[in-house]
């Protein structure tokens, strides 16, 4: 699919970040476009930036993709007009880490439904379509770096980027033989909204050396336009695992070829992240406990 004028691309999560960024790439590149996000009003934004460049916008919906029916219901108005579409790219998701011994069942439950379910209603509604019409097509999934590498408190957060990884990788083999594409999109840093609103669950995100990690972790962070630019390329070359930033690629190398300097790395870096959750747990313990 190198040419991507007049084909059909569904985006979910396109209010803000890499989703508005790679709204506005593929309406570059001349792809018609259905959007979806639950924030309706960034949703009407970015369908406002796309419509003032000229890009073509089908339709918006502003909808929790976590919802089944009502991931069913849109697809299936879209399908009444137009029988299949030729891009789906599953790029909503949320952020929340933590120790296992802070997380709540609601947070395992909710990052699970959004980042993986969501992906699922998706892919159960928009796939079958693409199948049945014999037309090939393309299907993009973001995972993270946390869908390859055990970073440290990412056990829910991973739970759903390594799941999707998962789907993508059986489905790069089932849905060959119909011309249908799979891309598997790893972004490491990147400088969205998502930074500032991802749940850091047990840590004060007020605390300077939260705030100074979080500044290290935005100082090399791709941008939103640097991340679409790599999956419209990676639509338009069928390219399977796509690399936003080379740390993460080099890291994901490593982790493969040496699976024991790679532990070591992970532990100490998992300990290095415990002695600050350790330092903020101190001083309520004093408070809580004075002598």
């Given at each position: 699919?190198?040419d991507?004028?007049?084909?059909?691309?569904?985006?979910?999560?396109?209010?803000?970040?890499?989703?508005?960024?790679?709204?506005?790439?593929?309406?570059?590149?001349?792809?018609?476009?259905?959007?979806?996000d639950?924030?309706?009003?960034?949703?009407?934004?970015?369908?406002?930036?796309?419509?003032?460049?000229?890009?073509?916008?089908?339709?918006?919906?502003a909808?929790?993709?976590?919802?089944?029916?009502?991931?069913?219901?849109w697809?299936?108005?879209?399908?009444?007009?137009?029988?299949?579409?030729d891009?789906?790219?599953?790029?909503?998701?949320?952020?929340?880490?933590g120790?296992?011994?802070?997380?709540?069942?609601?947070?395992?439950?909710?990052?699970?439904?959004?980042n993986?379910?969501?992906?699922?209603?998706?892919?159960?509604?928009f796939?079958?379509?693409?199948?049945?019409?014999?037309?090939?097509?393309?299907?993009v999934?973001?995972?993270?770096?946390?869908?390859?590498?055990?970073?440290?408190?990412?056990?829910?957060?991973?739970?759903?980027?390594?799941?999707l990884?998962?789907?993508?990788?059986?489905?790069r083999?089932?849905?060959?033989?119909?011309?249908?594409?799979?891309?598997?999109?790893?972004?490491?840093?990147?400088?969205?909204?998502?930074?500032?609103?991802?749940?850091?669950?047990?840590?004060?995100?007020?605390?300077?050396?939260?705030?100074?990690?979080?500044?290290?972790?935005?100082g090399?962070?791709?941008?939103?336009?640097?991340?679409?630019e790599?999956?419209?390329?990676?639509?338009?070359?069928?390219?399977?695992?796509?690399?936003?930033?080379?740390?993460?690629?080099i890291?994901?190398?490593?982790?493969?070829k040496?699976?024991?300097?790679?532990?070591?790395?992970?532990?100490?870096?998992?300990?290095?992240?415990?002695?600050?959750?350790?330092?903020?747990?101190?001083?309520?313990s004093?408070?809580?406990?004075?002598?």
């Amino acid at each position: 699919m190198k040419d991507l004028t007049g084909r059909l691309c569904l985006i979910t999560g396109a209010a803000s970040g890499i989703g508005r960024a790679t709204a506005l790439a593929a309406a570059r590149a001349g792809a018609r476009l259905f959007l979806t996000d639950i924030a309706a009003d960034g949703l009407a934004e970015t369908v406002a930036l796309v419509r003032t460049e000229g890009g073509e916008v089908l339709g918006a919906r502003a909808l929790d993709v976590s919802d089944y029916d009502a991931v069913t219901l849109w697809a299936n108005e879209i399908h009444e007009e137009y029988p299949s579409l030729d891009i789906v790219m599953n790029i909503a998701g949320i952020a929340i880490w933590g120790t296992v011994e802070n997380l709540e069942h609601r947070h395992w439950r909710s990052v699970v439904e959004v980042n993986l379910m969501g992906p699922i209603h998706i892919i159960e509604n928009f796939l079958p379509p693409m199948v049945r019409a014999g037309r090939g097509g393309h299907l993009v999934n973001v995972s993270s770096a946390a869908g390859l590498l055990a970073l440290p408190w990412h056990a829910a957060y991973s739970a759903s980027k390594f799941g999707l990884r998962g789907i993508s990788e059986v489905l790069r083999f089932d849905l060959e033989r119909h011309g249908i594409g799979v891309s598997l999109v790893v972004p490491g840093a990147v400088r969205t909204p998502l930074v500032g609103t991802a749940q850091i669950i047990g840590v004060d995100r007020n605390d300077p050396r939260v705030q100074r990690l979080t500044g290290m972790f935005e100082g090399h962070a791709a941008t939103p336009e640097r991340v679409a630019e790599r999956i419209v390329d990676g639509v338009r070359h069928n390219r399977f695992l796509v690399h936003t930033s080379a740390d993460i690629r080099i890291g994901y190398w490593f982790a493969r070829k040496f699976a024991l300097p790679y532990e070591i790395a992970m532990r100490l870096a998992n300990r290095q992240f415990s002695r600050m959750l350790d330092s903020q747990r101190q001083p309520l313990s004093n408070a809580l406990n004075p002598e």
